[in-house]
């Protein structure tokens, strides 16, 4: 019902900047908030940021003042400004979107990966 196609992934170095992007395609309307986790190797997955269709945002504690999400409405899609990276944001990141009385749909994951 709803497809997510993310992009943006890739190798930097401690201190430096990524934007990932996730594009929503299919039944789009009843999109209540759309959200990045991520996962390490060996550790449960985890909540990055968040925002609502109105525009609330919230933050895991460890990327507060480093990480920003926006949302484009028109191209429905989501992105995750990423900066000050560090190497234990190392991880597989994954999109998410949660609609109004619907199971929430995941998108496939793009790896980041922080090394000097």
């Known amino acids: 019902q709803v497809q997510l196609v993310e992009s943006g992934g890739g190798l930097v170095h401690p201190g430096g900047s990524l934007t990932l992007s996730c594009a929503a395609s299919?039944?789009?309307?009843?999109?209540?908030?759309m959200g990045w986790y991520r996962q390490a190797p060996g550790k449960q997955r985890e909540l990055v940021a968040a925002i609502s269709s109105g525009g609330n945002t919230n933050y895991a504690d460890s990327v507060k003042g480093r990480f920003t999400i926006s949302r484009d409405n028109a191209k429905r899609t989501v992105y995750l400004q990423m900066n000050s990276l560090k190497p234990e944001d190392t991880a597989v990141y994954y999109c998410?979107?949660?609609?109004?009385?619907?199971?929430?749909?995941w998108g496939q994951g793009t790896q980041v990966t922080v090394s000097s």
């Open positions: 998410n979107v949660q609609r109004l009385g619907r199971p929430g749909s």
């Open positions: 299919g039944n789009t309307w009843s999109i209540t908030s």
